[in-house]
């Protein structure tokens, strides 16, 4: 097998608990990851002075591939976001979401949406500043978002792509066009544009972002891959994990055209860290569509398996999940069900 350069970032708070875990499953799948292990978040900060150290940036240039536990960006001190900083510096254009119900007695069951959401314009560009006004120099706040026509058309392409390789029926365009006519009415544009290449392979539909809040509440099988701007994605894809027990079953990925990272999207969670309590299935799904993503799909098809032995068989399942198992417990019951 050949094995495969990575960088490896297990982060703050929890992140270190949580990766071992991770990697630990990894190698009984006899993962082809070869781990270098760099610092970010507080880590960096710690090790490097910086939240995103130059060190990390120049691994991720050389390996093109990272999986990345939860990083924390320090309140002040001007430092930018470190999830942000990565997307820009290697062009992460699509973040892909993937939400399953892999618990089952839930208020919803067999969950099964992916949500691709454009990584790089819209809203959070941040052309923003203040008009004064008076003697209150921050009267009003003005902020600009950005959507090109080659974006938009990128972003809903990797969707109906996406859908195409992984058997997907249907791609929902979520926008604002009707009051947001230029921003997201580009996207709009774009999006129906592209669904025309695709036609009599892959569906499409569209949706108002508010309109699918409210059915993905209340009819959420209607959904099967949702791709969108970069704000309503950052909300939708939170409202998604809630669907199926929150951001400790979300993982993450952000791909773009020479580089893409793995993530767990959960935050670091420094009122457990240390406990032995953190739950690892964010960043172990993560790890999975690592797998697919360098073409070892049937290895993370068995861990997927495994897990769901694990949590609905085996009943083994940490605090958050109504179990009273610790990490290691969690870890040490998929790596048995992987030997099986």
């Known amino acids: 097998m050949t094995r495969i350069s990575a960088t490896l970032i297990p982060g703050d708070g929890i992140g270190p608990e949580i990766t071992e875990a991770v990697t630990t499953i990894l190698e009984a799948v006899d993962a082809p990851f070869v781990w270098d292990r760099q610092h970010g978040g507080l880590d960096g900060v710690a090790h490097g002075g910086d939240p995103m150290p130059q060190a990390t940036i120049d691994s991720i240039g050389r390996t093109r591939l990272a999986l990345k536990g939860p990083l924390t960006t320090p309140v002040g001190g001007g430092f930018r976001s470190v999830n942000v900083r990565m997307r820009e510096a290697f062009g992460l254009y699509a973040n892909v979401r993937p939400v399953r119900t892999m618990v089952k007695g839930g208020r919803y069951e067999d969950i099964d949406i992916v949500l691709v959401r454009e990584n790089l314009e819209g809203l959070y560009v941040a052309f923003e500043h203040f008009i004064a006004v008076g003697d209150d120099p921050r009267a009003v706040a003005i902020s600009q978002g950005v959507n090109t026509r080659v974006e938009c058309e990128r972003i809903v392409k990797f969707a109906f792509d996406y859908a195409v390789r992984n058997g ?23 999006g129906r544009k592209i669904a025309k290449e695709y036609e009599g392979r892959i569906a499409c539909d569209d949706r108002i972002v508010d309109a699918c809040a409210m059915q993905l509440v209340l009819k959420p099988e209607q959904f099967d891959v949702i791709v969108t701007t970069n704000l309503f994605g950052d909300i939708l894809s939170d409202q998604l994990a809630g669907l199926v027990g929150g951001l400790g079953m979300a993982p993450g990925a952000n791909i773009g055209p020479d ?49 769901a032995l694990v949590l ?26 992987l030997g099986t």
């Open 168 to 190: 997907r029926k249907k791609v929902t365009l979520v926008h604002k066009a009707n009051v947001l006519k230029a921003l997201t009415g580009l996207f709009l544009e774009a």
């Open 259 to 307: 580089a893409a990272i793995f993530e767990a999207v959960h935050g670091s969670a420094p009122d457990i860290a240390g406990k032995g309590v953190a739950n690892p299935l964010a960043l172990l799904l993560a790890a999975c569509l690592m797998l697919e993503h360098v073409d070892e799909a049937a290895k993370a098809r068995r861990i997927r398996e495994a897990v």
């Open 312 to 337: 609905e068989t085996d009943r083994v399942r940490t605090p958050d999940l109504g179990g009273t198992a610790t990490t290691t417990d969690f870890a040490r019951a998929v790596t048995r069900r």
